[in-house]
């Protein structure tokens, strides 16, 4: 059984982008290039191309956002889950991008496995820079952000919230609002791994250092400190 196929109806076609993408599918499970283009091809007309997707091959999604830009029918992509990694570039080929008020989308560097001497290192650098200059491509023709800015995003590997990416750009509005988001929503939000890591490790070694109420030289691990809440719940989050 796919995990992604196309289902028609009176508006046009509509496609659920549900897997890995990658440039062979061997268990039916992935979407290939191959197959996306045997099936797009089948008749013309308006698509709507639903994205719930952890990402993959980004050669692979750099053939299929293309595809999606040559169409000659317009291309509207909903993102009801995620869109994440090279499932985001794909994303950005659509006329109209629409999120689910639930829905996320990341952004990230590529990365690959390289194997060899110091010069086929140094190849694997320069490639990676490349295929990231071509991503951030993707990103500026929807956003119109700076790409500097959009390159410190995918450096920070990025998740956005649908309010958070709306206002970024990455997408034009969030389904089933009857408004446009304001651009000061509360409950937008963006977070970046970068961030939340020294964030945490921040608060544990002020928690760490904290001393109980009414002691000037206990221990820090005594019970009942900062520290030591911290790391009950720690333990429950394990």
């Known amino acids: 059984m796919k995990f992604w196929n196309w289902v028609k109806n009176e508006d046009g076609r509509t496609l659920y982008l549900d897997g890995y993408i990658a440039q062979e599918s061997w268990f039916e499970d992935e979407v290939s290039p191959r197959e996306f283009k045997a099936e797009l091809d089948e008749a013309d007309g308006d698509i709507t191309l639903w994205i719930n997707s952890p990402g993959g091959d980004v050669f692979a999604a750099s053939q299929i956002y293309t595809m999606l830009k040559e ?15 090279a499932a985001s570039v794909i994303a950005m080929a659509g006329d109209e991008v629409l999120m689910s008020p639930t829905a996320m989308l990341m952004i990230h ?3 690959t496995i390289v194997w ?23 990103y500026e023709l929807k956003t119109k952000l700076p790409r500097n800015k959009i390159s410190q995003m995918m450096d920070r590997e990025t998740w956005m919230s649908a309010n958070k990416a709306h206002e970024l750009g990455f997408c034009n ?12 929503i509360v409950n937008s939000f963006m977070f970046d791994r970068v961030t939340i890591t020294n964030n945490f490790m921040g608060k544990f070694q002020k928690a760490k250092q904290a001393k109980p109420q009414g002691s000037k030289d206990s221990d820090p ?18």
């Open 71 to 85: 169409y000659l029918g317009r291309v509207t992509v909903k993102i009801d889950g995620i869109a994440a990694s």
């Open 109 to 111: 560097n590529p990365s």
């Open 116 to 138: 060899g001497e110091e010069a086929d290192m140094k190849r694997g650098i320069e490639m990676l820079a490349e295929v990231k200059e071509s991503i951030i491509t993707a």
């Open 173 to 184: 509005k969030v389904l089933y609002t009857e408004t446009e988001v304001p651009e000061n």
């Open 221 to 238: 691990k005594e019970k009942g400190t900062p520290y030591n809440h911290l790391v009950k719940r720690l333990e429950l989050l394990k």
